[in-house]
């Protein structure tokens, strides 16, 4: 029942929708220059504010707005980035894609379809870590028990805990090396730009070896169908033609969507 309550009271659409803004504004400011345009409080117990901004002048008027909601207008644009290198729709695209390529359907299922599927696998694979940091974060800077700094730091942690899980040693190392910032004694001293890059790299790679395991069996179809085909000395007749339906019905048959979710949502390290 409490459980229930709570849910009603915060739709996981929204706080889906707040952990993203605040991810995707990460992508965009580094933590050093945000501690920049924040200005020293006036008395050691004043919490620090973000400054109002003069946008424009209406009747000889300045208008002004908080720096915190530019910001979230901002950080819409970089939403899809956020999406894309913030959490597990990469790898889920990528295998589903791939897929439907070795199933040799051509467009079927369509692209629309394949995001939709990959966009509902993300939001549940990715619930726990936007829970976090909804508790963490985004909850007590919107009830004003927090700042907006503090808020920031809190919210990402669930992010980088959740990106440092799957991200690859060497992964990391190289864009260390590349940014001339390692190594590092801790996880917390990897700075985001690293983390980022890296978990990208490393998410490609896991897709890759995902879709090569999908691809061999449907291979295997394929080179027996050409070989009875050779063997009759059909050559004129595409083995795609005669091994797209056997490809279909073994996937059917071994319930292959369930598999291939599964196995995705399966595949993540710390969820």
């Known amino acids: 029942m409490n459980r229930t309550v709570s849910r009603s009271r915060n739709p996981w659409a929204l706080r ?3 952990a993203l803004l605040l991810a995707a504004i990460v992508l965009m400011l580094a933590p050093d220059a945000m501690a920049q345009t924040v200005p020293a409080p006036a008395t050691p117990s004043a919490a620090p504010a973000l400054p109002n901004l003069n946008v424009g002048n209406i009747g000889g008027e300045p208008v002004s707005m908080p720096l915190q909601v530019l910001l979230l207008m901002t950080g819409i644009t970089l939403l899809p980035a956020a999406l894309l290198g913030l959490t597990a729709f990469t790898r889920i695209i990528i295998v589903l894609g791939l897929l439907r390529q070795a199933l040799g359907t051509g467009q079927t299922p369509g692209n629309q379809v394949l995001l939709a599927l990959a966009l509902f696998l993300t939001a549940m694979i990715m619930m726990p870590v936007f829970d976090q940091a ?3 974060g985004i909850s007590p800077y919107l009830n004003d028990q927090m700042d907006f700094r ?7 942690e669930p992010f980088r805990g959740f990106m440092l899980a799957q991200v690859r040693e060497n992964d990391l190392m190289t864009f260390a090396g590349l940014s001339n910032s390692g190594p590092y ?9 690293v983390l980022a890059a890296s978990f990208l790299t490393s998410e490609l790679k896991t897709a890759f070896e995902i879709a090569f395991l999908v691809y061999i069996p449907f291979v295997i179809i394929d080179l027996v169908v050409a070989s009875v085909l050779m063997s009759m000395g059909m050559m004129m007749l595409s083995p795609m033609l005669i091994s797209a339906p056997f490809k279909i019905l ?21 969820v």
């Open 16 to 18: 889906v929708l707040a």
């Open 134 to 136: 909804w508790a963490a």
């Open 150 to 156: 503090s808020a920031w730091t809190a919210s990402i």
């Open 185 to 193: 004694a801790t996880a917390a001293d990897v700075p985001f730009g």
């Open 250 to 270: 073994l996937f059917v048959l071994v319930d292959g969507w369930i598999l291939v979710v599964g196995s995705l949502a399966a595949s993540f390290n710390g």
